[in-house]
């Protein structure tokens, strides 16, 4: 039996033949972008009443994404039901019936809640992760952006609009049972991916000529980075910092063999480092969650334990020029970036901007080497504090 996903790969390669062929046959260039190849074709009558319904049908699927993320449509179903009434969701989300009826059934041909008949909808996949906001804070991204222009609060946000809170985003999903599990469980699942492996920053940064040093793993979640340095390098110690909570959990799954160099911190990076003097300060994945405003905090955080000669890795994304990475690779990251703004308000980095954020943190942060090894996701980021 044909999956989905082979019929619609199959129709893909079809109507792009199709395509190719009719460009062949009325003597048209390759589909470009540039600007200097002609654009005719778009205007043949072939062509552009598909093109350009396709877009309007586009516009109209986020109009109606938007307003049921407005009125809290998907997520307006009895509680522990995946089917209602339209006069149940009605009432749930204090809309007339008549008006929920037709934005319901207009995502129906979008896979985007189901109908059972007598009136009954149903969840589809899509929308049940709607109902669970995973998609209602991008749709509130530009209502964020109007209501506080320029904003670095990470309680100012399309997730705040989307939840009615005024909470920062981790702290609204801990008030729900289960919910920051599912995110942390998320992200520890994207974090396993091929390109955020620890073996990117155990390769391409030099650990054996620390020696017998200490190793600061600023929020460095249970351990994920510090135990695969410390087994790969015997003479050095780790101290992973972070929330008191994090660390109750973390703390008993560490190996015992490293027990005696692998140690675990309570420490709020938004607060004085408390461990002075240590060889490397690492921060993976930590800033690309807040804005400039509070990267800068949490980098001056770290400035009274330092001294001159002071090492700070920083291990994140770090944004390519247009053009330089391939174009799925780019997309991925720019699409990563404004999440986190829709999210904290957070951003990842292109290289001028990880400039101008440790020169605004101190002058005395001196980048050595920043780039991305080949097969990576995160980039390195070698920090010296030279006072």
């Not at 005719?40 to 009443?49: K, R, T, V």
């Not at 997730?159 to 981790?170: I, K, P, R, V």
């Not at 994920?224 to 780790?238: F, R, T, V």
């Amino acid at each position: 039996m044909t999956s989905r996903t082979e019929e619609l790969a199959t129709s893909v390669s079809e109507n792009l033949a199709k395509l190719q062929d009719y460009l062949k046959a009325n003597n048209l260039p390759d589909l470009s972008i540039e600007d200097d190849v002609p654009l005719q074709f778009q205007f043949e009558p072939d062509f552009a009443s598909p093109r350009d319904a396709a877009i309007i049908a586009r516009r109209e699927l986020l109009a109606l994404l938007s307003a049921v993320s407005r009125f809290n449509i998907a997520s307006s179903f009895p509680d522990g039901h995946d089917t209602a009434t339209y006069d149940e969701l009605a009432e749930r989300c204090r809309l007339p019936e008549p008006e929920v009826r037709r934005i319901v059934r207009a995502l129906l041909p979008s896979y985007i809640f189901q109908e059972k008949g007598n009136g009954i909808v149903a969840h589809t996949a899509a929308s049940k992760k709607l109902a669970r906001n995973h998609l209602m804070s991008a749709l509130r991204f530009t209502d964020a952006m109007q209501k506080w222009p320029g904003s670095e609060e990470p309680n100012q946000t399309g997730y705040n609009l989307a939840n009615g809170t005024e909470d920062h985003a981790f702290a609204h999903m801990a008030k729900f049972p289960g919910r920051s599990e599912r995110f942390a469980a998320a992200m520890a699942l994207f974090s396993k991916g091929p390109g955020n492996s620890p073996k990117w920053l155990l390769e391409n940064y030099p650990w054996g000529h620390i020696g017998c040093e200490t190793i600061v793993d600023v929020g460095g979640s249970s351990g994920e980075y510090s135990i695969p340095i410390a087994q790969a390098y015997p003479d050095l110690k780790c101290i992973v910092q972070e929330l008191p909570e994090v660390i109750t959990k973390a703390s008993p799954t560490l190996p015992s063999d490293l027990k005696e160099r692998v140690s675990f911190m309570a420490h709020d990076f938004f607060t004085e480092q408390p461990v002075k003097g240590a060889n490397v300060y690492l921060l993976r994945w930590v800033l690309h969650d807040w804005s400039d405003k509070y990267a800068i905090r949490i980098l001056r955080a770290l400035v009274p334990a330092l001294e001159s000669g002071s090492k700070i890795v920083l291990h994140e994304h770090i944004l390519p020029e247009p053009g330089e990475a391939p174009t799925l690779q780019e997309r991925t990251l720019r699409i990563f970036d404004t999440g986190m703004r829709e999210l904290t308000n957070g951003k990842a980095r292109e290289v001028r901007d990880w400039e101008a954020l440790l020169a605004s943190a101190d002058p005395c942060f001196k980048i050595e080497k920043i780039g991305t090894p080949r097969g990576s996701d995160l980039g390195i980021i070698e920090v010296e504090w030279k006072s």
